[in-house]
């Protein structure tokens, strides 16, 4: 490759990148204001000895042939050529759709994958799934918001109305008096937007309207939710417990008189039937700031404070994801919203409810008048699915039913699955189940850039190129400019894009051009960009060709300044402007859900004490969150993310009070244990950790020291081997990983090396 700068993007921010030999130089977007760390992972990504480099086969699975087996995750592979890697491939799915339909497929495929709009992985398996046999079963909503996206539509409209619509940043920043935030607003979850981000604004605006006088409350367990910029109180919680302590705010608001019931009547339906479980007058229990205190460990007095903090003054309420990512997930969600009705705000500048802000870069800003059209997915034949994180439930338990949202559904029986550009290993809970679910399958495809816990459990492995690898064209619709991702480098080894690896397979399969429509990538994203200017053409607003937009490398968006439209038009005129709920108004009581008689999910917000709960034997609350060093566990190996590790392992903080009481010092390896599994850590002291609660980033790549281990043990900090594997409730069953309960201890004797970066056994080339 020529040594020129080049232009490129990334979910973490866009940047140029110059590569002469063999050193790879990064410069963030010159437009950025807060450029991201993470950029840094890239710099020993491209040739790092961990990338695949070449297609791999399974050894058993060659052997033996398809079928449910316990050596997933312990084989051996075989170096192959992409003609047998093809001819393999397109035999195992024509086999398995001839016998059981795409009813035996499924294609899924969650996960992130690079931000390039045209080869995004998952879009590409669905588009190959539905152009070649016909369709696959297919998996709803994300473990980002498995949760908030169900019941959102039921209480207010759309998530994404209320998320990436929601009260723009520049709003707060000017109008805002109080920004109460459950979860935090933590710059290292809003440095990263899907589709890329060239822009990172947060910090700034958190500066400003701290400066105006803005007052920052963050309701969490961890000091570290709220930036510094913010200047703000921190408000310690007990995990999992908010439902609780907004239930005691709005009772003392109401009971001092501070609800704005003029509010509540116009633009509510169900306050009274709340009001009445309060009070408590079914069941006798008053939900007030004792009652709260109890359960979420903030006193009684500090509740009321609170209340009084929030009474008469111009309120924005922010909810991170992550408190939905929890069992009874769906509570907290609505209970934020109420309580932002409660004090009259939805719909005010400034004011209301902003769900989700923060937690990433899409949030709080404006939208492009015209979005870059995603690659379009064909016609799925079969309507079957389930809710993202059902994936295990799902191949271990075929055939029975399970609820969701109103409806009863049942698992499919699956034989053969297909991933790109998501790992299973990192984002599902209890990963010795997820093993044993995926041993459940006659075959797994799967295509990644390097040897994820992922690519080995898989029977096919395809060796994908990394983004800087391939031309794209990067894009979120919150971010205003587009990016021609040139390419920075040749491919690692014989690595292919997802598109050129399914247009192969198409054809071995006969329907090569239903798969591509007779285009080359290129021409797929100059086909894309010409829908967008077209769209833009007929708004009246002219932008360059192609052509010349690959030249230059960066382009432009003009936006529309949306922010909080969904409610400030529904406050400035319901009858005209009403919700798109049964009632049209804010729902505090949903009829719709109160029907579907789920006991964990009734007809209006309530508390619902966890299963998971600390006690003798698990006496620690285990937060388990979006790392800092990196986006989940992409480029886990990456300068940046290994800089952040401790003995290669990855770091986990601790009161130092607890620490003491447990004997553990400061770098200490721990053990960190349920009846899940066990896994190692380095321990950090850390005052802004509650006592009580340890907290673990995801993201460390699993590395069993035995994968067969009913209960295993990871050497590198993976804390999904500990979370629970259920859904939030019968609503939404979303993905309840955020929490978990465990024991920690100083690890005592030698601890085993990491291996997570090292290549599994691969015994033979030919
Ligand atoms: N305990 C717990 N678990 C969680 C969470 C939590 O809070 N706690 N959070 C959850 C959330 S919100 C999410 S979104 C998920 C994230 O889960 P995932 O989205 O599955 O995580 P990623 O690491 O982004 O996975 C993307 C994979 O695609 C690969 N990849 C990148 N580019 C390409 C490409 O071009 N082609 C191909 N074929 N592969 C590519 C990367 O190497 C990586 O392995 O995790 C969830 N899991
Ligand atoms: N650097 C980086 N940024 C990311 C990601 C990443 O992997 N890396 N992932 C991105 C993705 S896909 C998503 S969906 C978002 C996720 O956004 P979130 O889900 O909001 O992010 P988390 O960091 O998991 O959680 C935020 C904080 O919530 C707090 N918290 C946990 N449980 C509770 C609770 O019960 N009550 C209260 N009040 N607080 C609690 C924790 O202290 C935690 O640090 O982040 C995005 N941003
Ligand atoms: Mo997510």
Redesign the pocket.
């Known amino acids: 490759m020529t040594a020129t700068r080049v232009m490129h993007s990334s979910h973490w921010g866009a940047f140029s990148a110059l590569r002469q030999d063999d050193r790879l130089e990064i410069a963030p977007f010159s437009g950025d204001p807060d450029p991201s760390p993470l950029l840094k992972n890239f710099d020993n990504a491209l040739r790092h000895p961990i990338r695949l480099s070449t297609p791999m086969v399974r050894r058993g699975w060659l052997e033996n042939g398809p079928g449910p087996t316990d050596r997933r995750g312990a084989d051996e592979y075989l170096a192959i050529s992409w003609s047998e890697a093809y001819a393999l491939a397109a035999a195992e799915l024509q086999r398995v759709a001839a016998d059981g339909g795409p009813e035996a497929v499924f294609g899924g495929s ?5 931000a390039g709009r045209f ?1 995004h ?1 998952q879009s590409q398996v669905h588009r190959f799934l539905n152009t070649t046999i016909g369709g696959y079963v297919r998996s709803v909503n ?3 918001s498995g949760a908030a996206s169900v019941i959102l539509p039921h209480i207010v409209g759309d998530m994404n109305e209320i998320a990436r619509r929601g009260v723009s940043w520049k709003e707060i920043a000017r109008y805002s008096e109080v920004v109460l935030s459950f979860g935090g607003l933590a710059l290292k979850n809003s440095q990263v937007a899907s589709g890329g981000l060239s822009e990172h604004t947060e910090r700034g605006f958190i500066q400003q309207a701290a400066q105006r006088g803005t007052q920052f409350i963050s309701v969490s367990p961890l000091q570290s939710d709220l930036p510094e910029e913010a200047r703000g109180e921190w408000l310690a919680i007990r995990p999992g417990t908010d439902a609780a302590l907004i239930l005691a705010l709005l009772q003392v608001l109401k009971q001092r008189q501070w609800s704005d019931e003029d509010f509540l009547a116009r633009y509510c339906v169900g306050w009274d039937k709340l009001v009445a479980y309060l009070n408590g007058e079914e069941d006798g229990l008053v939900r007030d700031a004792a009652w709260a205190a109890e359960i979420c460990a903030i006193p009684a007095a500090r509740i009321e404070a609170l209340a009084e903090q929030l009474h008469g003054r111009r309120v924005i309420i922010s909810m991170a ?2 408190l939905q ?1 929890a069992e009874h997930g769906e509570q907290p969600v609505w209970l934020g919203l109420v309580l932002a009705a409660v004090l009259g705000q939805p719909g005010l500048p400034g004011g209301g409810y902003a769900y989700a802000l923060g937690a990433l870069g899409h949030y709080g800003k404006h939208h492009n008048l015209v979005s870059f059209p995603a690659l379009p997915q064909g016609t799925n034949g079969i309507d079957r699915l389930i809710p993202v994180a059902r994936i295990s439930d799902m191949l271990l338990h075929p055939g029975e039913t399970f609820n969701y949202n109103g409806r009863q559904l049942t698992y499919p029986r699956i034989k053969l699955a297909w991933w ?5 290993f ?4 209890d990963l010795a189940r997820l093993r044993r679910a995926f041993s459940r399958l006659d075959t797994l495809i799967v ?4 040897w ?1 816990a ?1 690519a080995r459990h898989a029977d096919i492995v395809f060796p ?4 800087l690898e391939r031309e794209d064209v990067g894009g979120a619709p919150t971010d205003r400019h587009l990016i021609a991702m040139q390419r920075v480098a040749l491919p690692y080894g014989a690595a292919q894009d ?1 598109y050129t690896i399914f247009s192969e397979l198409a054809r071995r399969l006969g329907k090569e051009t239903a798969f591509t429509e007779g285009r080359s990538a290129r021409e797929w994203q100059a086909h894309l960009y010409q829908q967008m200017q077209d769209k833009l053409q007929q708004q009246g607003v002219r932008v360059p060709d192609f052509e010349l937009f690959w030249q230059r490398g960066v382009l432009a968006l003009p936006q529309v300044e949306d922010g909080g439209r969904l409610l400030r038009n529904f406050r400035a005129d319901p009858g005209q402007h009403p919700l798109p709920t049964p009632s049209g108004k804010i729902e505090i009581f949903s009829a719709t859900i109160d029907s579907f008689g789920y006991a964990d999910c009734p007809g209006h917000p309530v508390w619902l004490a966890p299963q998971q709960q600390a006690d003798d034997r698990h006496p620690f609350y285990l937060i ?3 790392p800092a060093s990196k ?4 480029l886990d190996f990456g300068c940046y993310s290994v800089s952040q590790k401790r003995d290669g392992r990855e770091v986990c903080r601790i009161h130092p009070d607890d620490a003491r009481d447990k004997g553990i010092e400061e770098g200490d390896i721990v053990e960190i244990s349920n009846q899940r599994g066990t896994v190692l850590a380095s321990a950090a002291l850390s005052r802004q950790v509650m006592p009580g609660v340890l907290q673990l980033p ?1 993201g460390a790549w699993y590395d069993p020291v035995d994968p067969l281990a009913e209960r295993p043990l990871c050497r590198h900090g993976n ?2 081997v500990l ?1 629970l594997d259920i859904g939030t409730s019968s609503l939404s069953q979303g ?1 309840s ?2 929490i978990t309960v465990v024991q920690i201890r100083r690890y005592e004797g030698k601890a085993p090396q990491v291996r997570a970066f090292e290549l599994p056994r691969i015994v033979a080339v030919r």
């Open positions: 969650y996960g992130w994958s690079s080869h992985a994300s473990y980002s994801h992550s990512r790109a550009g998501g790992n299973p990192h984002h599902h809970q295509h990644e850039i390097a994820t992922t994908a190129t990394l983004t997802d388990a969150n979006q986006l989940h566990s992409q995801t804390p999904n979370t993905c990983g955020q």
